[in-house]
């Protein structure tokens, strides 16, 4: 939590604004260090959680690579330091443009979503004189157990493909001389908390594997994506995601071949904890069975409440006064511009600062210019 020293420095700033603990940054990539890189695991970090410079280059620091959806995120990996072979691209809609700048860099893997997507990538990599590395996206059909909108690796999802096309993928490989299949990629969804679907991920993994092995395919590397959840409720209690467990379930359960790679793309488990947005109240409004507090900071700096229904950790810096009931509330003209309903907080008056918790991943990066609101700024306690 915050330290009175610290809440006297937010008073001086202007509000709203996230702040990032990048001690809490590097104690949770040293978890990831401990349990997954020194046991060999590669891990990429999802760079579209957050991709400020100051986290990147923390995360660099600590040995990860990268996973981007956009040629744009490759560049600012690019240029945030990272080398193009720790450089994985995923995304179910690559334009020409952003495949060319991926071979342009010569990327570690270009993830496949489509065959459609296997072919024109043939085609601009023999174009450019190139092979590129495919990492090839399988839907598993393993339910999350998360929220509809972050659960990714069900057959009826957009993404990668279909199990059911293996034969035709087979079927092309022969033909598509511009690429080297290397390795198949999955990702199931996001905050997941229960481990379970990783369980059956893995055994998923392990029978897909199979299936390649018997057409004389080596895999050089599986990759399991992200989706690792972080604790909403109560930040402090679990600032760090508990790695060790994560991990373990791969350690048992994933059958891994002589000298093959396992690699992750972990986002929000990485970064989710590290972040709050720091706001304050502006006006407190009688309604009939609650309070609303509105604040200054609103969907258009943190939308997850109104895209997922999440449920952001509320506190109250400034004030121990008796608790009631609130409604914290945005400013922005949307009913859905709410970050809770009916809590109990410490009595709030005009000028209170709350800190917004657990908005480190897809909060700074998602926010917008809605309302024509200025553009939400960063601090960090470096
Ligand atoms: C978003 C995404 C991730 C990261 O997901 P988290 O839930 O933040 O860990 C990993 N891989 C792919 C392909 C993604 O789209």
């Known amino acids: 939590m915050f330290q009175p020293a610290q809440i006297e420095k937010f008073k001086q700033l202007q509000t709203p604004f996230y702040y990032y603990d990048l001690e809490l940054l590097r104690k949770t990539l040293g978890q990831i260090n401990n349990y997954g890189l020194s046991k060999g695991y590669e891990v990429h970090y999802a760079i579209k959680a957050n991709f400020n410079f100051e986290i990147l280059d923390i995360i660099r620091d600590a040995g990860l690579g990268i996973d981007c959806v956009s040629g744009r995120e490759i560049e600012r990996a690019i240029e945030a330091g990272f080398r193009p072979d720790q450089i994985a691209f995923a995304g179910v809609g690559k334009t020409d443009a952003e495949i060319r700048t991926g071979l342009d860099y010569n990327i570690y893997s270009f993830n496949c979503e489509s065959l459609q997507e296997l072919e024109v990538l043939n085609q601009l990599a023999g174009d450019a004189k190139k092979t590129a590395n495919v990492s090839i996206r399988l839907n598993p059909n393993v339910e999350a157990k998360t929220h509809k909108y972050i659960t990714t690796g069900l057959n009826e999802n957009k993404f990668g493909v279909n199990v059911e096309k293996l034969p035709r993928l087979f079927e092309m490989l022969p033909k598509l001389d511009a690429i080297s299949l290397t390795g198949i990629h999955f990702h199931i969804g996001s905050q997941i908390k229960d481990l379970d679907p990783f369980v059956q991920l893995c055994e998923r993994a392990n029978a897909i594997q199979n299936i390649f092995e018997e057409k004389e395919i080596v895999l050089q590397h599986i990759n399991l994506g992200g989706g690792y959840g972080i604790n909403y409720e109560d930040p402090d209690n679990e600032p760090v995601p508990d790695f060790k467990s994560f991990f373990e379930v791969f350690d048992r359960n994933l059958e891994i071949r002589d000298g093959q790679q396992v690699h992750f793309e972990l986002g929000r488990s990485i970064v989710g904890q590290c972040g709050s947005l720091i706001s ?71 000028g209170d600062l709350v800190a917004i918790r657990s908005a480190g991943a897809y909060g700074e990066v998602m926010s917008s210019g809605f309302n024509l609101r200025d553009r939400v700024k960063a601090y960090y306690s470096d």
Request: glycine share 8%; with cysteine; aromatic share 8%.
């Open 280 to 350: 304050q109240v502006l006006f407190v409004k009688e309604g009939i069975n609650t309070h609303f507090a509105v604040i200054d900071a609103g969907m258009t700096e943190l939308i997850r409440p109104a895209l997922y229904q999440a449920k952001h950790r509320v506190d109250v810096l400034t004030s121990k006064k008796e608790k009631k009931v609130y409604d914290v509330v945005g400013p922005i003209c949307e009913t859905s511009d709410t970050f809770r309903k009916g809590i109990r907080l410490p009595g709030l008056q005009r």
